[in-house]
């Protein structure tokens, strides 16, 4: 089971990025996907997360700002970010749980920076 990050970079204060988590194997389906951050010298906290069934749900400090979708034909899970803040800058994580197996992508590298 593999997970495959991307769409990181360097984006100006107010702009946007999109980050894609491709999933190898099966364990997509079924799974709850969630995006996970990791700022310098912090815990890694839960940006958003979306079940199988397609219920969301969001941190307070995404909320009205990200929104995460998941499209089962490319086996992927989307991280929209809108109005992008200094303070969103981090490593994000796509994760994926399915009753006792999850898997954890490698991470891509979001920068907001003017």
């Known amino acids: 089971v593999q997970l495959q990050a991307s769409g990181g970079g360097l984006v100006q204060p107010g702009g946007s990025l999109t980050l894609s988590c491709l999933a190898s194997?099966?364990?997509?389906?079924?799974?709850?996907m969630s995006w996970i951050r990791q700022a310098p010298g912090k815990q890694r906290e839960l940006v958003a997360l979306?079940?199988?069934?397609?219920?969301?749900y969001y941190s307070d400090f995404v909320k009205g700002r990200f929104a995460i979708s998941r499209d089962a034909a490319k086996n992927t899970v989307y991280l929209q970010m809108n109005s992008l803040e200094p303070e969103d800058t981090a490593v994000y994580y796509c994760?994926?749980?399915?009753?006792?197996?999850?898997?954890w992508g490698q991470g891509t590298q979001v920068t907001v920076s003017s």
């Open positions: 979306i079940t199988a069934n397609g219920v969301t």
């Open positions: 194997g099966s364990i997509f389906s079924g799974s709850t």
């Open positions: 994760h994926a749980q399915r009753g006792s197996t999850e898997a």
